[in-house]
T-cell receptor
Framework: AQSVTQPDIHITVSEGASLELRCNYS??????LFWYVQSPGQGLQLLLK??????LVQGIKGFEAEFKRSQSSFNLRKPSVHWSDAAEYFC????????????FGAGTRLAVHP | DGGITQSPKYLFRKEGQNVTLSCEQN?????MYWYRQDPGQGLRLIYY???????QKGDIAEGYSVSREKKESFPLTVTSAQKNPTAFYLC???????????FGPGTRLLVL
């Protein structure tokens, strides 16, 4: 069965430091991959997505992610974190089948120290 | 402004009571979805609908019901059969079933 693993439950970084959030998926074919961000008590906002083509994708708020098929990974990166980036981040993959079922990872909660 | 609205923001349920969560979208999307979010578990799919008057069960449909009488609306009813309803409920929509899903702001359901 398809699954998404986000190995880090909590991450704390200092403002201005670089960030990498890990995401690994289990999927038999080329997946559609997504990163969403959620502020406390809010809905999910799409940061970026990968469907095909260039494996390095740019998103909103200065985020980027790289699809590595050989490692079954889709890690999210940002070169310099801002205090406003503190939130929970979810990686998701579209499951094969007749409809667009998103499989979510459990999320990584990011804290930013001033 | 185009988007997805959910109401109410907070909802309280008494024992044995059915409650209905509203989800409306003006994005002209065909597909709509309901997810449940519990701490540390990510999001789990309750129901989805690809077109009007049609909907399918997701992974955790027991204790929930939905309807899709209009393209814009996809209300979720949490029935008394759902024994652990306390959670954050998120509605989403997409243009087609293979397209990106966009999420509403959520409804937090609490049991009195």
């Amino acid at each position: 069965a398809q699954s998404v693993t986000q190995p880090d439950i909590h991450i704390t970084v200092s403002e201005g430091a670089s960030l990498e959030l890990r995401c690994n998926y289990s999927y038999g074919a080329t997946p559609y991959l997504f990163w969403y961000v959620q502020s406390p008590g809010q809905g999910l906002q799409l940061l970026l997505k990968y469907f095909s083509g260039d494996t390095l994708v740019q998103g909103i708020k200065g985020f980027e992610a790289e699809f590595k098929r050989s490692q079954s990974s889709f890690n999210l990166r940002k070169p310099s974190v801002h205090w406003s980036d503190a939130a929970e981040y979810f990686c998701a993959v579209v499951r094969s089948g007749g409809y667009n079922k998103l499989i979510f990872g459990a999320g990584t909660r990011l804290a930013v120290h001033p | 402004d185009g988007g997805i609205t959910q109401s109410p923001k907070y909802l309280f349920r008494k024992e044995g009571q059915n409650v209905t969560l509203s989800c409306e979208q003006n994005l002209n999307h065909d597909a709509m979805y309901w997810y449940r979010q519990d701490p540390g578990q990510g999001l789990r799919l309750i129901y989805y609908s690809q077109i009007v008057n049609d909907f399918q069960k997701g992974d955790i449909a027991e204790g929930y019901s939905v309807s899709r009488e209009k393209k814009e609306s996809f209300p979720l009813t949490v029935t008394s059969a759902q024994k652990n309803p306390t959670a954050f409920y998120l509605c989403a929509s997409s243009l087609l079933t293979k397209e990106t899903q966009y999420f509403g702001p959520g409804t937090r359901l609490l049991v009195l």
